[in-house]
T-cell receptor
Framework: NAGVTQTPKFQVLKTGQSMTLQCAQD?????MYWYRQDPGMGLRLIYY???????DKGEVPNGYNVSRLNKREFSLRLESAAPSQTSVYFC?????????????FGDGTRLSIL | GNSVTQMEGPVTLSEEAFLTINCTYT??????LFWYVQYPGEGLQLLLK?????DKGSNKGFEATYRKETTSFHLEKGSVQVSDSAVYFC??????????????FGQGTTLQVKP
């Protein structure tokens, strides 16, 4: 089982460039999430999609946009990258987005903004 | 709002030592609680969970008990191995958000086990 697949695994951008991070899951999950991980801060939610056709802001949405392309795919876009967006980005999914259901994570995208 | 606080690391132990990683939380209502583990270069994996007060989650020799009276969910293992070296995250579900399953994470605790 592939689970949650993120592409690319690594990327270096210059300030002002744009980029889309891709995420796909093959578990038929309804809910998908994007987090960023920064040293000493744990993971913080950027955006989530509780079900196909819906997206909502999380804790740190500024500078990002998302698209729930279909049930499998949830992409994260940086329109104009800034050095503060240097981070490791994780995509996750869960079956129904209920509080007692764990999330399944991809291996992350390591993004550096110069 | 809801929050999770973990003990600061890194935690360095010798093989076969006893492990405790403290986790306390602030939440309204009745959240579910989780421990995730992250091995170097990988994503997070669920280690264990508990969904109501006094539940004990367990997996791979790790245990944690949901203590509502102390708002805690401490992770324990009786005898750690070198292969347990990783970053451990405590998390709670955002119980106030219906059917979203959003997680709030602690800052993570790095565990290093030496032979």
């Amino acid at each position: 089982n592939a689970g949650v697949t993120q592409t690319p695994k690594f990327q270096v951008l210059k300030t002002g460039q744009s980029m889309t991070l891709q995420c796909a899951q093959d578990m038929n999950h309804n809910s998908m999430y994007w987090y960023r991980q920064d040293p000493g801060m744990g993971l913080r939610l950027i955006y989530y999609s509780a079900s196909e056709g819906t997206t909502d802001k999380g804790e740190v949405p500024n500078g990002y946009n998302v698209s729930r392309l279909n049930k499998r795919e949830f992409s994260l876009r940086l329109e104009s990258a800034a050095p503060s967006q240097t981070s490791v980005y994780f995509c996750a999914s869960s079956p129904l987005g209920q509080k007692n259901q764990p999330q399944h994570f991809g291996d992350g995208t390591r993004l550096s903004i110069l | 709002g809801n929050s999770v606080t973990q003990m600061e690391g890194p935690v360095t132990l010798s093989e076969e030592a006893f492990l405790t990683i403290n986790c306390t939380y602030t939440a309204t209502g009745y959240p579910s609680l989780f421990w995730y583990v992250q091995y170097p270069g990988e994503g997070l994996q669920l280690l264990l969970k508990a969904t109501k007060a006094d539940d004990k989650g367990s997996n791979k020799g790790f245990e944690a008990t949901y203590r509502k009276e102390t708002t805690s969910f401490h992770l324990e293992k009786g005898s750690v191995q070198v292969s347990d070296s990783a970053v451990y995250f405590c998390a709670l579900s955002d119980e106030g958000s219906s059917n979203t399953g959003k997680l709030i994470f602690g800052q993570g605790t790095t565990l290093q086990v030496k032979p």
